[in-house]
Protein backbone atom coordinates (compact mmCIF):
# COMPACT_ATOMS: atom_id res chain seq x y z
CA UNK A 1 0.00 0.00 0.00
CA UNK A 2 1.47 3.22 -0.84
CA UNK A 3 -0.57 6.74 -0.52
CA UNK A 4 0.96 10.66 -0.54
CA UNK A 5 0.05 13.06 1.64
CA UNK A 6 -0.71 16.82 1.54
CA UNK A 7 -0.79 18.31 4.41
CA UNK A 8 -3.28 21.34 4.16
CA UNK A 9 -1.91 22.54 7.92
CA UNK A 10 1.83 23.11 6.77
CA UNK A 11 3.12 24.98 4.38
CA UNK A 12 2.73 24.12 0.56
CA UNK A 13 6.20 21.99 -1.13
CA UNK A 14 8.44 24.52 -2.87
CA UNK A 15 8.29 22.08 -5.53
CA UNK A 16 6.14 19.26 -7.14
CA UNK A 17 5.98 16.51 -4.33
CA UNK A 18 4.03 15.47 -1.79
CA UNK A 19 4.42 16.54 2.25
CA UNK A 20 4.54 12.66 2.68
CA UNK A 21 4.60 9.24 1.38
CA UNK A 22 2.96 6.35 3.29
CA UNK A 23 4.58 2.83 2.05
CA UNK A 24 3.02 0.07 4.32
CA UNK A 25 3.67 1.44 8.14
CA UNK A 26 6.22 3.31 6.77
CA UNK A 27 5.85 7.12 6.20
CA UNK A 28 8.60 9.00 4.82
CA UNK A 29 8.30 13.56 5.22
CA UNK A 30 9.37 15.25 2.48
CA UNK A 31 11.49 17.93 3.92
CA UNK A 32 9.85 20.26 6.01
CA UNK A 33 11.13 24.00 6.58
CA UNK A 34 10.27 26.58 9.05
CA UNK A 35 7.68 28.68 6.40
CA UNK A 36 4.57 29.85 8.14
CA UNK A 37 1.55 27.76 6.43
CA UNK A 38 -1.20 30.80 6.12
CA UNK A 39 2.08 33.59 5.36
CA UNK A 40 4.94 31.05 3.79
CA UNK A 41 6.64 34.17 5.48
CA UNK A 42 10.01 32.63 8.13
CA UNK A 43 9.39 33.35 11.48
CA UNK A 44 12.04 35.46 12.61
CA UNK A 45 13.57 36.30 9.61
CA UNK A 46 14.75 39.67 9.01
CA UNK A 47 15.04 40.78 5.41
CA UNK A 48 17.07 43.26 3.31
CA UNK A 49 14.70 45.07 0.65
CA UNK A 50 16.15 42.71 -1.60
CA UNK A 51 15.20 39.73 -0.45
CA UNK A 52 18.33 38.40 1.33
CA UNK A 53 18.55 37.72 5.05
CA UNK A 54 19.81 40.29 7.16
CA UNK A 55 19.10 38.38 10.91
CA UNK A 56 17.16 34.95 11.19
CA UNK A 57 16.26 33.58 14.64
CA UNK A 58 17.69 29.88 15.11
CA UNK A 59 14.97 29.35 17.87
CA UNK A 60 11.48 30.90 15.92
CA UNK A 61 12.60 28.71 13.20
CA UNK A 62 13.51 25.84 14.95
CA UNK A 63 10.06 25.19 16.98
CA UNK A 64 8.14 26.38 13.73
CA UNK A 65 9.89 23.24 11.80
CA UNK A 66 9.14 21.10 14.55
CA UNK A 67 4.98 22.78 14.39
CA UNK A 68 5.11 21.92 10.42
CA UNK A 69 6.72 18.60 10.95
CA UNK A 70 3.42 17.25 13.53
CA UNK A 71 0.83 19.35 10.96
CA UNK A 72 2.29 16.85 8.19
CA UNK A 73 2.30 13.83 11.14
CA UNK A 74 -1.44 14.56 11.56
CA UNK A 75 -2.36 14.56 8.53
CA UNK A 76 -1.19 11.49 7.81
CA UNK A 77 -2.55 10.17 10.86
CA UNK A 78 0.75 9.55 12.46
CA UNK A 79 1.31 11.13 16.15
CA UNK A 80 5.33 12.65 17.24
CA UNK A 81 5.75 9.48 19.11
CA UNK A 82 5.92 7.78 15.68
CA UNK A 83 9.48 9.06 14.64
CA UNK A 84 11.97 6.98 13.91
CA UNK A 85 14.59 9.05 12.27
CA UNK A 86 14.82 12.77 11.64
CA UNK A 87 17.93 14.57 9.53
CA UNK A 88 18.72 18.11 9.90
CA UNK A 89 19.95 20.31 7.89
CA UNK A 90 21.49 23.57 9.15
CA UNK A 91 22.97 26.18 6.95
CA UNK A 92 25.23 27.41 10.20
CA UNK A 93 26.46 24.32 11.85
CA UNK A 94 28.80 26.73 14.54
CA UNK A 95 26.19 28.91 14.97
CA UNK A 96 23.18 27.04 15.87
CA UNK A 97 23.88 23.77 16.29
CA UNK A 98 23.68 24.68 19.96
CA UNK A 99 20.32 26.24 19.80
CA UNK A 100 18.98 23.42 18.02
CA UNK A 101 20.23 21.00 19.96
CA UNK A 102 18.68 22.41 23.10
CA UNK A 103 15.07 23.00 21.29
CA UNK A 104 15.22 19.36 20.27
CA UNK A 105 15.84 18.10 24.01
CA UNK A 106 12.63 20.04 24.96
CA UNK A 107 10.79 18.31 21.99
CA UNK A 108 12.66 14.45 22.76
CA UNK A 109 13.46 14.72 26.67
CA UNK A 110 14.03 11.21 26.88
CA UNK A 111 16.87 10.04 24.84
CA UNK A 112 15.95 6.43 25.24
CA UNK A 113 12.50 7.25 23.24
CA UNK A 114 13.79 9.77 20.56
CA UNK A 115 14.22 9.63 17.37
CA UNK A 116 17.29 8.52 15.51
CA UNK A 117 18.85 12.11 14.64
CA UNK A 118 21.91 12.95 11.81
CA UNK A 119 22.59 16.76 11.78
CA UNK A 120 24.16 17.86 8.39
CA UNK A 121 25.80 21.19 8.17
CA UNK A 122 25.40 22.77 4.51
CA UNK A 123 25.55 25.79 2.24
CA UNK A 124 21.99 26.80 1.74
CA UNK A 125 18.37 25.86 1.28
CA UNK A 126 16.15 26.64 -1.82
CA UNK A 127 14.35 29.20 0.43
CA UNK A 128 15.35 31.78 2.90
CA UNK A 129 15.52 28.98 5.79
CA UNK A 130 18.30 28.12 8.31
CA UNK A 131 17.02 24.46 9.02
CA UNK A 132 14.97 22.11 7.43
CA UNK A 133 13.87 18.44 8.52
CA UNK A 134 13.58 15.16 6.94
CA UNK A 135 11.84 12.27 8.64
CA UNK A 136 10.77 8.95 8.86
CA UNK A 137 8.14 7.47 11.32
CA UNK A 138 6.65 4.39 12.14
CA UNK A 139 2.82 3.35 12.33
CA UNK A 140 2.50 0.84 15.00
CA UNK A 141 -0.66 -1.05 13.56
Known amino acids: M ?3 IHADSAPKPVGN ?3 ARRVGNLLFLSGIGPRNPESNEVPGNELYAD ?6 DMAAQTHAVFA ?3 AVLEASGARWDDLVDVTVFL ?6 FRTYNAIWAEYFPDAATAPCRTTVGI ?3 PTAIAIELKCTAVFED
Do not use: C, K, Q
Open 2 to 4: TST
Open 17 to 19: YPH
Open 51 to 56: GRVRRY
Open 68 to 70: NVR
Open 91 to 96: TDMLAD
Open 123 to 125: TAL
